[in-house]
């Protein structure tokens, strides 16, 4: 069974920092795309960054160029996203999700990702 579990979410000003992380279990790393994704008060789901399937690059929303970083620890199971110059328009709740074999920028879309954690809730303060 594949499981999803994010932390890390809190109320930050605007212009502070925040990591949050995604554990993960119950599939085979190598063959799945991972990613992160939000939803805002009153806005659609969307992709914020996302590691595809096979080599695992990196691909992110023009939104978060530059201040936010995908990254993972295989070792202890867990996704990260650091978040730096974080601003209002940022606040919503972040998602951890993954699909086998997602190829490229696809893995930003959160319509081609049937695996999804609880969520976690990130508030930037004006």
């Known amino acids: 069974e594949v499981l999803l579990e994010e932390s890390g979410g809190r109320l930050v000003q605007a212009g502070e920092s925040l990591r949050i992380s995604c554990i993960f279990s119950?599939?085979?790393?190598?063959?799945?795309?991972i990613g992160w994704f939000r939803q805002g008060p009153g806005k659609e789901r969307e992709g914020v960054s996302c590691?595809?399937?096979?080599?695992?690059?990196?691909y992110y929303a023009d939104s978060v160029k530059g201040r936010f970083t995908i990254s993972i620890d295989k070792t202890i199971n867990t996704l990260y996203l650091q978040m730096d110059n974080l601003k209002p328009e940022d606040t919503g709740v972040y998602y951890c999700?993954?699909?086998?074999?997602?190829?490229?920028?696809?893995?930003?879309?959160?319509?081609?990702?049937?695996?999804w954690g609880q969520g976690t809730q990130v508030t930037v303060a004006a």
């Open positions: 999700a993954l699909e086998r074999q997602l190829w490229g920028q696809h893995c930003l879309s959160p319509y081609s990702h049937s695996h």
């Open positions: 119950g599939f085979i790393f190598e063959d799945y795309a």
């Open positions: 590691m595809s399937y096979p080599a695992h690059d990196k």
